[in-house]
T-cell receptor
Framework: DADVTQTPRNRITKTGKRIMLECSQT?????MYWYRQDPGLGLRLIYY???????NKGEISDGYSVSRQAQAKFSLSLESAIPNQTALYFC?????????????FGEGSRLTVL | GQNIDQPTEMTATEGAIVQINCTYQ??????LFWYQQHAGEAPTFLSY??LDGLEEKGRFSSFLSRSKGYSYLLLKELQMKDSASYLC??????????WGAGTKLIIKP
């Protein structure tokens, strides 16, 4: 089983619908992140959380919200999806005590907004 | 602004050596990362450099020059399974990762 699990893996929805992407991890890491990846662009940070009560906006947070329900769970919501939110979304974790701050990624959630 | 540049695509031959370059301009520097990403899969960590010089790990090596804002990833004895995108990322002064768009490496027999 994957250490960082994302659901759903694929989702097609319509403009205006509310969508939630979920992420859970068994690595025991305190830090969790949501990124989106678009062709020809680098990974872009949407939101990140360093602990259960800590939520921080990333580079492109507009149109998104997150919830850190527990140390192991971090969900991303699109309140009213629009076509330019069509992308591959990755959840990632890291250990604050680790020397390198290496990220561990989930398998990705491919979202298509029609 | 902050910027990471790396070539969009490279082609190499199985068994050969390839060098993927990365140049960066960031607000501060707290380390440079290389990740490998196979098509449709998650990025996986390859290397981390925070001091100048070469870090070797098996067939893969990563080099850093902080004064030049430059790094490269060197892949030796290329195998078909090395066909993937290679992502360069720099941690800035706020400990945020800035990512390059990635270099797609195509290995030919």
């Amino acid at each position: 089983d994957a250490d960082v699990t994302q659901t759903p893996r694929n989702r097609i929805t319509k403009t205006g619908k509310r969508i939630m992407l979920e992420c859970s991890q068994t690595k025991g890491h305190d830090r969790m992140y949501w990124y989106r990846q678009d062709p020809g662009l680098g990974l872009r940070l949407i939101y990140y959380s360093f602990d259960v009560k800590d939520i921080n906006k990333g580079e492109i947070s507009d149109g998104y919200s997150v919830s850190r329900q527990a140390q192991a769970k971090f969900s991303l919501s699109l309140e009213s999806a629009i076509p330019n939110q069509t992308a591959l979304y990755f959840c990632a974790t890291s250990d604050s005590t680790a020397h390198t701050g290496e990220l561990f990624f989930g398998e990705g959630s491919r979202l298509t907004v029609l | 602004g902050q910027n990471i540049d790396q070539p969009t695509e490279m082609t190499a031959t199985e068994g050969a050596i390839v060098q993927i370059n990365c140049t960066y301009q960031t607000s501060g520097f707290n380390g440079l990362f290389w990740y490998q990403q196979h098509a449709g899969e998650a990025p996986t960590f390859l290397s981390y450099n925070v001091l100048d010089g070469l870090e070797e790990k098996g067939r893969f090596s990563s080099f850093l020059s902080r004064s030049k804002g430059y790094s490269y990833l060197l892949l030796k004895e290329l195998q078909m399974k090395d066909s993937a995108s290679y992502l360069c990322a720099v941690m800035d002064s706020n400990y945020q990762l800035i990512w390059g768009a990635g270099t797609k490496l195509i290995i030919k027999p």
